[in-house]
């Protein structure tokens, strides 16, 4: 059976990020967004809370690790993907724009439909002419819905079937 590489396949038509080394664990985190009014309690004393809504699920991946050591080229071309993915908006054409889309895949699973929230790297080994041959990434990725389709004027009447299709209770539908 050949080895299946995670990767960042490309939603929105930019370039898909293959990992050259699949990491060593996933990180998920979800939290529920609340609102705790100041001085407002129960009979029993007790903070009044109102749970707003779920927020989006975080993948946390530590420790990539990205290596042209053998190849004596520069870290730095595949090292570009992922820094290409937070610097979309810095200038030029892409300023103002949203950020590329990707889902996350590693073999047969799609876990998340995401963007990356942050990315830190570390350039961990050098040629002798000082050329970077291997690094360490740290991604974090945040969850995003599928685009809502335009619709035609009027109020959709959901059925309870379609409301429970588009529940968030799952990593990716």
Request: aromatic share 10%; charged share 20%.
């Amino acid at each position: 059976m050949p080895l299946e590489k995670a990767k960042l396949m490309a939603v929105d038509g930019g370039e898909d990020i293959e990992f050259m080394y699949n990491p060593g664990e996933l990180s998920f985190s979800r939290s529920v967004e609340i609102d705790q009014a100041p001085g407002a309690t129960t009979e029993a004393g007790e903070n009044k809370t109102s749970f707003k809504h779920p927020n989006p699920y975080s993948l946390s991946i530590s420790g990539l690790i990205l290596d042209t050591y053998e190849d004596n080229s520069s870290v730095l071309i595949p090292l570009g993907k992922f820094t290409k993915a937070v610097e979309f908006a810095s200038d030029g054409e892409g300023k103002g724009q949203r950020p590329p889309i990707y889902l996350f895949t590693w073999g047969g699973v799609k876990y998340l439909r995401c963007f990356i929230k942050s990315l830190n790297f570390k350039l961990t080994l050098f040629l002798p002419d000082g050329t970077p041959v291997r690094a360490t990434v740290d991604l974090s990725l945040e969850q995003v819905d599928a685009p809502t389709p335009a619709s035609s004027q009027g109020t959709p009447n959901p059925s309870a079937s379609s409301r429970s299709a588009s529940s968030r209770s799952a990593f990716l539908r």
